[in-house]
């Protein structure tokens, strides 16, 4: 039997580099290898652990599956589908929760940005999230997840529940790893940590015209081109970090050298850039137009999607319920 591959993105809206870089590539790349079996999400239910907006949700729904269709998610190799329509993960996150304790949960660091970030919002939901993240994942009984780094605490979380559900109840769940890819990390264009959707002026959109880079890119705070040593830190540090990911260690290595010595000009180096990223992401626009003009494929491809992913964690759940008692 072939090992299992699960990931997901929240329903925020369309993708961003660090979606891309950090998640979808992974996606694709073990897809393509054809040595596992994939299922790839949208996670609407994580979603509602932060602030929404109810008549925004569909669509940022579809913005996600199309931008995963338009990035190399092919239906024919993986299954797509929307974490909502999968009822299992819900039953499972709460015969999960049995298994850790409140503390653990408000020790996470992504729990604690969240509760910084939202002071207001401190739900029920948000301190679940990394038990529904771990039902998703053992839903599937999945070896692999390719994600962000930032995403590390969680799957420790899902190990963690793995091996107390497997000692307790004598399931048979694996401690599933993270696959990372070369941009695990992407940082924010403002020069300070990652980017990220919530972040106005952090992120570069997939769907972003050359004009829109360009403007994002100007924005990226430098300094006088010049010195004895090259940043390490702030915008300078991340557009280093941007050529060497869309235009290769040795162009970065010269504009190092020029920094070192006569000087960078950061206007050259942006259009350059700039160029370069839109060379990466207009055949996956012009991939997503097509599918736009296409609703009923991509309505066939979720539904299918979902019928196999309710079928496999339809007996996940029993071998829970069983183990548990409650069958
Ligand atoms: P989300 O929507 O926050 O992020 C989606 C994916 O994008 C990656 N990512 C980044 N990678 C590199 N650099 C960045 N700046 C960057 N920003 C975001 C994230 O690591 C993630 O892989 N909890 C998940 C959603 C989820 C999930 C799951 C994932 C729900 N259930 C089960 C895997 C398995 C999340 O944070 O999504």
């Given amino acids: 039997m072939k090992k ?18 950090g998640a979808v590539l992974g996606m694709v790349e073990l897809q393509e290898s054809g040595a596992y079996e994939a299922y790839y999400m949208v996670a609407d239910l994580h979603t509602l652990t932060t602030p929404f907006e109810p008549g925004e949700l569909q669509k940022q729904i579809r913005e996600v599956v199309l931008d995963y269709l ?19 993960h819900l039953d499972l996150a709460f015969l999960f929760s049995t298994t850790e304790t409140v503390a653990r ?10 509760v910084k970030e939202h ?21 599937y009984k ?33 401690e599933p790893q993270r696959f990372a890819t070369k941009g695990e990390y992407i940082p924010s264009l403002t020069g300070e940590g990652k980017m990220s959707k919530s972040v106005e002026g952090s992120f570069i959109l997939l769907t972003d015209s050359l004009e829109t880079v360009k403007e994002r890119l100007a924005k990226v705070p430098t300094d006088s081109g010049k ?26 290595k010269a504009y190092e050298k020029k920094y070192l010595g006569e000087g960078l000009r950061y206007s050259e180096l942006k259009e350059e850039l700039s160029k370069a990223i839109f060379k990466v992401i207009k055949p996956i626009q012009d991939k997503r137009r097509e599918l736009e003009k296409n609703p009923a494929f991509v309505n066939k491809v979720l539904t ?24």
Avoid: C, W
């Fill in 142 to 174: 999945a070896d692999l997840v390719p994600v962000g780094i930032d995403q590390e605490p969680h799957l420790e979380v899902a190990r963690e529940v793995a091996r107390k559900m497997n000692e307790k109840y004598n399931t048979r769940f694996p």
């Fill in 304 to 327: 299918e999607g979902s019928a196999k992913a309710n079928e496999l964690t339809q007996a996940t759940l029993q071998e829970v319920k069983e183990g548990m008692g409650l069958l």
């Fill in 119 to 139: 002071p207001q919002d401190v739900t029920m939901a948000l301190l679940n999230y990394p038990i529904l993240m771990a039902a998703d994942i053992l839903a």
């Fill in 70 to 88: 338009a990035a190399g998610i092919d239906p024919s190799k993986s299954t797509l589908f929307i974490q909502s329509q999968v009822p299992a």
């Fill in 105 to 114: 949960m408000q020790h996470l660091p992504t729990f604690k940005e969240k």
């Fill in 4 to 21: 299992r591959v699960l990931s997901g993105i929240r329903a925020t809206g369309r993708l961003h580099l660090g979606n891309y870089l």
């Fill in 227 to 252: 010195g004895e040593e090259v940043p390490t830190k702030g915008g300078v540090a991340v557009l280093m970090s941007l050529v060497e990911i869309f235009e290769g260690a040795d162009k970065k």
